[in-house]
């Protein structure tokens, strides 16, 4: 079983387009996460969630906005699609928001051409 | 917040040899520190963590060291395999929780 699993794993689109990324983890953790990884391979965060509550919210466009419908979900919708967008976004979870080690999903590689 | 650096950003080593790679934190409120590997295309996932309660840990030919006095952790990989190859990187959490602070990533390539 996957515990974090992310979709699209793939993402080709054009500029200016809106597109969406789903995250589920089913390891019953509080906290989740969107991570960026550019081409330098950096990994950024972007937000954090604490049951379905926004904790964290770093300096990224209000382009991008999360949404956690629960605690087990937190999905990440993008607006007019840049070139800089391109990267690949990975989802997080850890059991809460202090303790625990940190479970990536799969990643989602977007490339906006 | 927190400033995590890491050195080196490549490493080479031939097969058989040890490999360390170094990280550095400014938060001395900073009490969790994990290394997580990335091989190519894939997810980071943890292979080691230590606590600041404790300055080394070691699993099998992975072990890492603690300074919390310096604010630097090291991972040592013993007796490398090219199935090491990948890209390795440091994190540093506080106390309050917030969030992982990543190092920039150490790309290591083991020679046959």
């Known amino acids: 079983d996957t515990a974090v699993s992310q979709t699209p794993k793939y993402l080709v689109t054009q500029m200016g387009n809106d597109k969406s990324i789903k995250c589920e983890q089913n390891?019953?953790?509080?906290?989740m996460y969107w991570y960026k990884q550019d081409s330098k391979k950096f990994l950024k965060i972007m937000f954090s969630y604490n049951n379905k509550e926004l904790i964290i919210n770093e300096t990224v466009p209000n382009r991008f906005s999360p949404k956690s419908p629960d605690k087990a979900h937190l999905n990440l919708h993008i607006n007019s699609l840049e070139l800089g967008d391109s990267a690949v976004y990975f989802c997080?979870?850890?059991?809460?928001?202090?303790?625990?080690?940190?479970?990536f999903g799969e990643g989602s590689r977007l490339t906006v051409l | 917040g927190e400033n995590v650096e890491q050195h080196p950003s490549t490493l080479s080593v031939q097969e058989g040899d040890s490999a360390v790679i170094k990280c550095t934190y400014s938060d001395s409120a900073s009490n969790y520190f994990p290394w997580y590997k990335q091989e190519l295309g894939k997810r980071p996932q943890l292979i080691i963590d230590?606590?600041?309660?404790?300055g080394e840990k070691k699993d099998q030919r992975i072990a890492v060291t603690l300074n919390k006095t310096a604010k630097h952790f090291s991972l040592h990989i013993t007796e490398t395999q090219p199935e090491d190859s990948a890209v390795y990187f440091c994190a540093a959490r506080t106390n309050t929780g917030n969030q992982f602070y990543f190092g920039t990533g150490t790309s290591l390539t083991v020679i046959p």
């Open positions: 997080a979870s850890s059991p809460d928001f202090l303790a625990g080690e940190l479970f």
């Open positions: 230590i606590r600041s309660n404790v």
């Open positions: 390891l019953g953790h509080d906290t």
